[in-house]
């Protein structure tokens, strides 16, 4: 489904500021594949995010999603293969719009916008269904302005939003880091829920170790850059927190100081 | 007071006119999120080409749709510097705007053009305010109807996204440099045609006559935004709260001549009034907001 090969990134090249943010990373994800994604801050996690959206173009290597290569690909055109969710509740949804004009909006990504009506009739009938199985009480505020939610309001409907059109891949960033415990539980229950339901192959960012190893059927960690630790199956599954910590030191010759991630 | 009400039906068109390129205004300033200083030049190259092509016999109607489609040919400049060049958009719009100048001057091949009501079929003229009052409302409800039609499409729908949260429409696979241009163009093309509109009620077009005119734009906003937001959310009623915003200000305008004040200051007032409004807002935001309070001591503590 998603097939990098080889991409570096390098950001404010030949400046002092120069960071070599992506290092010469390779990852095949499987259709269905629910791959977590951990690692100390500034790891390169959302650079790579970034790199498959084409926020800006790769450094050298390729990116192919569904057998397109679209290493060169304009980021609203990639948009169409793509859902995605970020760290920033605000970020995903645009505030001045109605829930419904919002999830319209999603419905056409990767479509043509032409003089067609923004929101048919029968949209609005559907979009009541969907956001009941948020069980948020988020149908009856169908015309609200999406400023008016919460946080995990804001996400669960980014979440809604990310699933629609058939995209080939989800990307969540973060997506429960600004929430309450309680809020980021229910979303990514409501996470796991719209995954299934849609069959979509995922790659979740988190610093929570535990999420990492209770979600997803592959894991993988992020330092300086590369790829060091890549799990799956059976393995993935009896990991626990001290062995992803074990892994790390020994991946990177380092102890793991990111005191977010050991948060979990 | 004889005196005050006899002028009133002409700052009332003349408000309506004003208020037709305030629409225009607000669809950059409110919708796009982009201050766009085009309109200066750009309201001036509607008057001229309207003022050019009438003098050269054209009939009015297809003289101000080339006013208008010549305001957007302003507004694609503009985008263009934005978004391909990458230049920040304030400064696209002057730049724009300074080239206007000139081209307008080559357009119109003096500072000032005549377009006497007696020798050319203008629509509306200040020698008869009523009807003036009567076809600019019917103009400004078509131009409302129609955005308000254009706004709800997917492709308007999308443009309001754009300047809303650029980072989700490029997510949703919204072209989000082309929205700009278009929504640069469409604004710009109605300041035209308020220029045109302009040309023929005054009798002339003058290569100054865009001076500041952005500030009467965001003026006639601010005001209906004060009078009507509140009470409306329906985007249709918001346009007609800018036109009518428009028209306040040039009864305002009429009323502080008639009590005599100096009108050289008119545009200094404008100025604080409309600062005024864009400021007080972002004042209360920064001192007055709890979440302000709570980060001030959160800084406070952390220092
Ligand atoms: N647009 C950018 N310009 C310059 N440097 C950047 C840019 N984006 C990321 N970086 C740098 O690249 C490195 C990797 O950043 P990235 O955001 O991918 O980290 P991360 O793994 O997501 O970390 P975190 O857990 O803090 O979100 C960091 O050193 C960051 O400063
Ligand atoms: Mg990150």
């Known amino acids: 489904m998603l097939e990098i090969k080889n991409i570096s990134k390098t950001f404010n090249a030949g400046t002092i500021n120069e960071k070599r943010a992506l290092k010469n990373v390779s990852l095949t994800l499987n259709d269905g594949d629910f791959v977590t994604v951990i690692g100390g801050n500034g790891a390169g996690k959302s650079t790579l995010l970034n790199a498959i959206c084409g926020t800006w173009r790769v450094d050298e290597g390729e990116i192919i999603i569904d057998g397109k290569d679209v290493t060169l690909t304009a980021e609203h055109k990639r948009a169409k293969y793509l859902g995605r969710v970020f760290q920033d509740p605000m970020m995903g949804t645009a505030a001045d719009m109605e829930i419904q004009e919002n999830l319209a909006l999603a419905k056409r990504r990767g479509k043509k916008r032409g003089l067609g009506w923004g929101i048919s009739k029968n949209e609005r009938e559907e979009y009541r269904e969907l956001l009941a199985t948020l069980g948020l009480g988020l149908e009856d505020r169908m015309t609200s302005k999406v400023g008016l939610l919460s946080g995990g309001q804001r996400q669960a409907v980014t979440l809604l939003m990310a699933a629609m059109a058939e995209p080939k891949l989800l990307l969540l960033d973060e997506h429960t880091a600004a929430l309450d415990p309680k809020t980021a539980e229910k979303v990514l229950e409501i996470t796991e829920e719209i995954v299934n339901k849609n069959h979509l192959t995922t790659l979740m960012i988190t610093h929570n170790m535990r999420d990492a190893i209770k979600h997803g059927n592959r894991l993988i960690m992020m330092h300086e850059g590369r790829v060091i630790v890549d799990v799956c199956g059976e393995e993935k599954k009896n990991l626990t927190v001290e062995d992803l910590l074990e892994m790390f030191n020994r991946a990177s010759g380092k102890e793991f100081a990111s005191d977010r991630a050991m948060l979990s | ?303």
């Open chain 2, 1 to 303: 007071m004889e005196h005050l009400f006899g002028a009133l039906p002409g700052a009332v068109s003349l408000g309506l006119i004003w208020g037709i390129m305030a629409i225009g205004v607000y669809i950059t300033f409110k919708i796009l999120a982009i201050s766009d200083l085009t309109v200066d030049g750009s309201i001036c190259t509607g008057a001229a080409v309207c003022t050019m092509l009438m003098t050269a016999g054209v009939d009015p109607w297809v003289s101000m749709l080339c006013a208008t489609l010549a305001g957007g040919l302003c507004g694609l400049v503009t985008g263009l510097l934005h978004t391909v060049l990458d230049i920040p958009a304030i400064l696209a719009g002057i730049l724009t705007q300074l080239a206007l100048w000139s081209i307008n001057l080559k357009i119109m091949g003096q500072a000032n053009r005549p377009l006497s009501a007696r020798n050319f079929p203008v629509i509306i003229t200040q020698m008869k305010t009523e009807e003036a009052i009567f076809t600019l409302v019917l103009i400004a409800g078509a131009i409302i109807g129609l955005l308000y039609w254009f706004f709800g499409t997917e492709l308007g729908c999308s443009i309001r996204a754009t300047g809303c949260n650029i980072n989700m429409s490029r997510a949703q696979g919204i072209n989000t440099e082309l929205n700009k241009v278009l929504g640069l163009m469409i604004s710009n093309g109605l300041v035209a045609l308020s220029g045109a509109l302009l040309a023929q009620y005054q009798g002339f077009a003058d290569v100054n006559m865009g001076r500041g005119a952005i500030v009467i734009g965001l003026a006639a906003i601010v005001i209906g935004e004060t009078a009507f937001a509140k009470i409306a959310r329906n985007f249709a009623v918001r346009l007609c709260g800018v036109l009518l915003g428009g028209v306040i200000y040039y009864v305002v305008y009429q009323v502080i001549v008639f009590l005599g004040i100096d009108t050289d200051l008119l545009k200094m007032l404008s100025a604080v009034v409309v600062a005024i409004f864009l400021g007080v807002p972002n004042l209360k935001k920064k001192y007055f907001s709890k979440v302000s309070k709570k980060r001030a001591k959160e800084a406070g503590e952390n220092a």
